[in-house]
């Protein structure tokens, strides 16, 4: 079967530097991608990883490692407009882009 | 530019009836995904297709279709509602591979 674990919460305080992990057992995998989806709202597109190593996008940067079937999404400097919910979803076989979706990891920024 | 766009935004059926949702991709986007959201969970996928022809299904009974149309919109049935139907039903369309462009949702309600 396919499985991605993620924590379910985080906390932290503004300006403050949070990491979200993300394991993955999975076949024919192709990459690694992160949204953002806040309460009410549509998931929207973070970030994606292919290839092995670190990609940074503004305050926001994901990592992935192939061989440990594992990645991380960093977030710097962070924002009360940052707390939403976090999902890591893998890129797989079966479709043209198909995605598995973790269960996600809900931040709270706090002042 | 347009996002993509879903209607209707909610809806309330009863247990037993038909719903149809409609979705609109980005203008260029020839690929449309559908998935569901459950409270408190990641998007599940159910459709995948690209160039109007299915290219991914995932793990849901006969009672779920859908098409694509000739102007790349998109529609998903469910048929014969359960309780359990309820929730979020995100559309996304998509060029690449791992970024997918959702729309703000259809929240399904079975009574």
């Known amino acids: 079967g396919q499985s991605l674990e993620q924590p379910s919460e985080v906390t932290a305080v503004e300006g403050a530097i949070v990491q979200i992990n993300c394991t993955y057992q999975?076949?024919?995998?192709?990459?690694l991608s992160w949204y953002q989806q806040h309460d009410g709202g549509a998931p929207t597109f973070l970030s994606y990883?292919?290839?092995?190593g670190l990609e940074e996008t503004g305050r926001f940067s994901s990592f992935l490692s192939r061989s440990d079937s594992y990645g991380y999404l960093l977030l710097q400097e962070l924002q009360m407009k940052d707390s939403a919910s976090y999902f890591c979803?893998?890129?797989?076989?079966?479709?043209?882009?198909?995605?598995?979706f973790g269960a996600g990891t809900r931040l709270a920024v706090h002042p | 530019d347009a996002g993509v766009t879903q209607s209707p935004t909610h809806l309330i059926k009863t247990r037993g009836q038909h719903v149809t949702l409609r979705c609109s991709p980005i203008?260029?986007?020839?690929?449309v995904s559908w998935y569901q959201q459950v409270l408190g969970q990641g998007p599940q996928f159910i459709f995948q297709y690209y160039e109007k022809e299915e290219r991914g299904r995932g793990n849901f009974p006969d009672r779920f279709s859908a098409r694509q149309f000739p102007n790349y919109s998109s529609e998903l049935n469910v048929n014969a509602l359960l309780l359990g139907d309820s929730a979020l039903y995100l559309c996304?369309?998509?060029?690449?591979?791992?970024?997918?462009?959702f729309g703000e949702g259809s929240r399904l309600t079975v009574l």
């Open positions: 990883n292919a290839l092995d």
């Open positions: 999975t076949s024919g995998f192709y990459g």
């Open positions: 979803a893998v890129s797989v076989t079966g479709g043209y882009n198909k995605l598995i």
């Open positions: 996304a369309s998509s060029v690449g591979t791992g970024e997918l462009f």
């Open positions: 203008s260029g986007h020839k690929s």
